[in-house]
């Protein structure tokens, strides 16, 4: 309640008057949770609490889905545990556990008071109030609680076999294809990336917003690893966590168990829902033919791109690429804004070619490959122009073109 000064003036001329009782968090009932109380290296806790905090649903009407599960075991052990329900993550981090128990707090807080704390080790103590007392040099924290009891049971770890898989391989191709995956869904494409074997020992993992797609992959037993089914779809933020397990740890196993994924570290577990909309046959888009390409330096390719973009707008999005001999011509630009145009010297010699792309598309495709050198391949103005790594057959980029 915010004071005015008409009561400010009543109440220092009248100090009888009879001051309003408001409510405050410690009148609330508590919810109850056990005691307990550690310490840990600030840097530490700050690593696992990263961890978790993506996990956490900020939407849910679920409070509890907002908290991480604390559990400090007489192993000298500090569990963490977040859940949405679809994905679901638990790690352990060393800690000094005076009192064993368990209780959960907001992911969000716990987090951004521990990132705002300078000292080494921070001193966490559960109150017979309910209250999760945090401390660090002279700064104290009292966040409140929801019992642990309350908290969703969920299994991170029942996969009959797993398989171990180069992190930097799976982080590479998960990171070169991301960004084709959609946010939402929508009737033309599917939220999630989609693995499957390419023979035995290769999994291939594809994404499409139904408009560009990408596709990556590494050696992996994939045939052993999926099984039975075509192949799998992992939702985005199923993916985007793996890569945030892969930013602090290369060793990584993987395993399935009915419809959910399951990805290990030494540390970490992680168990993630699949999604069950199947995934379009995707290989029918993409060009079993060509009627000519080009090759030349991609990092001179995506700076012209970028000029172009500077005339381009939510509009005007599309670059046209003219090829002839010897010779690439870049056109963009909105008639309000103004155009621009560029001439990179390119070697080919063939028939004139002329398609018109989304400049973003193109410059995404482009930043996500790690050649020195791209190779632009088409068969017509109708299909989709595929942008390749020339000494790298494990990775495709295709986009689609615009009719304008």
């Not at 309640?1 to 220092?12: D, E, P, Y």
């Not at 999926?226 to 192949?231: F, K, N, S, V, Y």
Request: charged fraction near 25%; proline fraction near 5%; charge should be negative.
């Amino acid at each position: 309640m915010v004071l005015t000064i008409r009561q400010a003036l009543i109440t220092m001329t009248n100090p009888y008057a009879e001051k309003k009782k408001t409510k405050n968090h410690h009148d609330l009932p508590a919810l109850g949770s056990d005691t307990m109380k550690w310490e840990i290296e600030r840097d530490a806790l700050l690593t696992a609490l990263t961890k978790v905090a993506g996990i956490t649903d900020k939407k849910s009407t679920m409070q509890v889905l907002s908290h991480v599960l604390l559990e400090a075991d007489e192993d000298q052990q500090l569990h963490l545990s977040a859940t949405d329900l679809d994905i679901s993550l638990k790690t352990q981090v060393d800690a000094q556990v005076t009192i064993p128990g368990r209780t959960t707090v907001s992911a969000r807080k716990f987090l951004d008071l521990v990132k705002e704390l300078r000292q080494e080790t921070i001193q966490c103590e559960l109150t017979d109030n309910d209250r999760l007392t945090v401390v660090g040099g002279r700064t104290r924290y009292k966040l409140s609680t929801i019992r642990a009891e309350d908290f969703p049971h969920f299994t991170v770890s029942v996969a009959r076999q797993s398989f171990d898989v180069e992190g930097g391989a799976l982080r590479r191709a998960l990171s070169r294809t991301i960004y084709t995956v959609p946010m939402d869904e929508d009737p033309l494409s599917i939220p999630g990336l989609y693995w499957h074997p390419v023979g035995e020992e290769l999994l291939r993992m594809v994404g499409s917003d139904g408009h560009r797609l990408a596709y990556d992959q590494i050696p992996f037993p994939a045939a052993r690893f999926i099984g039975d089914e075509a192949g799998i779809t992992i939702p985005r933020k199923g993916v985007q966590e793996i890569l945030r397990l892969l930013e602090k740890s290369h060793e990584i196993s993987l395993g399935l168990h009915e419809n959910r994924l399951f990805a290990q570290t030494p540390n970490t577990h992680l168990s993630i829902q699949l999604l069950e909309e199947e995934f379009p046959q995707y290989d029918l888009i993409i060009p079993d033919a060509e009627s000519g390409h080009l090759e030349m330096d991609r990092e001179i390719l995506i700076g012209a791109l970028k000029r172009m973009a500077v005339v381009t707008d939510q509009s005007w999005v599309f670059v046209r690429m003219t090829v002839s001999d010897r010779l690439l011509v870049l056109e963009a630009g909105n008639p309000e804004l103004g155009t621009a145009q560029e001439e990179l010297p390119v070697d080919y010699l063939g028939d004139g070619f002329s398609v018109a792309y989304n400049i973003r598309y193109v410059i995404e495709a482009l930043q996500n490959m790690q050649s020195e050198r791209v190779r632009f391949q088409w068969l017509d103005e109708y299909h989709g122009g595929m942008f390749l790594e020339p000494d790298n057959p494990d990775h495709l980029a295709l986009v689609m073109p615009m009719m304008v």
